[in-house]
């Protein structure tokens, strides 16, 4: 090898270590939480998507993007998850924190969707609490809500019309494409699902039987998706409406999302909303005041009860008339939280680390 040779297999030799150096240098880790839908409870209003948070991890080299991890799935999820480019058949798991159907609504068409696109798999993990009977008796099973999510298409031959069109769909359904990973929620923290650097782990909580929060750590930051959940005493006395439980998964935690009330809609308040329905949520200020104990830096307030600018709760009027943003995020604050607050719209996010 004469000189001119050697000197540029050392220079090539520099530049792919340069472009390793700078590939390095490029690829931080980071995180985004995407609310899908900020919708409370079952009544629509002003075209807000059901409850839902896309959380997101990667890198600065694919944009944050090479998990998607979708928690709760209500009304229009998968139109919201167009909306950021990420399609059904992208997300690598979906966690349900209860079965209350506006929460599970948009699940079907998630499964529908991977079933009609993408055929071959990999099956989507359906991470939820195992069947939880009630003390009145009827059993809440997140594992029945996959195994028959799509009967209606069944009925209707539907699924057997489109399989005549594709017969690499699996022939029983979007069924068949859901790997059901059911535990038992227990008052201290643990893992349920995890893959690479992104760990999920759960607690139970008390909203409904088989209600969990979840808490994601990733080398970017870690988030909690408190779902619905409020303090196992169902009525006051008690020192909060929050969750011990949850706020015990929250300690040190980068991002609190959590469902809110408002403390306008409170029984002695007039606005006719029955008292349990009040109480097995968490209020704004009480979130506030969570967050602030946990060490928080951000908390996106979704699933709001009433909505901004709603008249009306479902069937129950807003005493003082309607909500403001300002009113969520000064409720917030009257709990001591200085950190960020999200007031949740659909598609607020939130970056971790900030750009
Ligand atoms: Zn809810």
Redesign the pocket.
């Known amino acids: 090898m004469d000189m001119r040779r050697i000197s540029i297999v050392i220079a090539l030799a520099c530049g792919v270590w340069l472009t390793a150096a700078v590939t390095t240098a490029a690829a931080a880790p980071c995180l985004v939480v995407t609310l899908t839908g900020a919708g409370?409870?079952p009544p629509n209003f002003g075209g807000l998507a059901g409850?839902g948070t896309l959380v997101r991890y990667g890198d600065d080299s694919d944009n944050c993007g090479a998990m998607r991890l979708q928690f709760d799935a209500g009304r229009a999820t998968s139109i919201r998850l167009s909306q950021v480019g990420v399609s059904p058949g992208q997300l690598n798991a979906i966690f349900f924190t209860?079965m209350?159907s506006?929460?599970a609504d948009g699940f079907a068409d998630i499964m529908q969707l991977r079933w009609h696109f993408n055929p071959k798999g990999p099956k989507l993990d359906v991470v939820c609490s195992a069947d939880a009977v009630s003390p009145v008796g009827f059993t809440i099973s997140c594992s029945r809500l996959a195994a028959h999510i799509a009967d209606a298409y069944l009925q209707s031959g539907e699924i057997a019309q489109r399989l005549s069109e594709d017969k690499s769909r699996p022939p029983g359904g979007p069924a068949e494409l859901a790997r059901v990973v059911a535990f038992e929620p227990k008052n201290e923290p643990q893992v349920v699902w995890s893959s690479g650097d992104v760990k999920v782990s759960a607690i139970r909580s008390a909203?409904m039987p088989g209600h969990a929060s979840y808490r994601v750590d990733t080398p970017a930051g870690s988030v909690v998706i408190g779902?619905?959940a409020g303090n196992d005493a169902f009525a006051p006395p008690r020192a909060s409406s929050t969750s011990e439980q949850v706020e015990k998964l929250a300690m040190g935690a980068d991002v609190i999302v959590h469902?809110t009330i408002h403390p306008v809609m409170a029984p002695d308040k007039g606005s006719g909303m029955p008292p349990p329905f009040y109480f097995r949520q968490s209020t704004a200020s009480d979130l506030g005041a969570m967050a602030k104990r946990a060490g928080a830096k951000h908390l996106m307030l979704t699933?709001l009860i009433p909505p901004i600018g709603a008249e009306r709760q479902g069937p129950w009027k807003i005493p003082g008339g309607p909500l403001t943003e300002a009113d969520y995020r000064k409720a917030a604050e009257t709990g001591g939280f200085t950190g960020n607050i999200v007031v949740g719209t659909d598609l607020a996010s939130v970056r971790l680390p900030a750009k």
């Open positions: 409370g409870g409850p209860h209350h506006d929460h909203h779902g619905d469902s699933h």
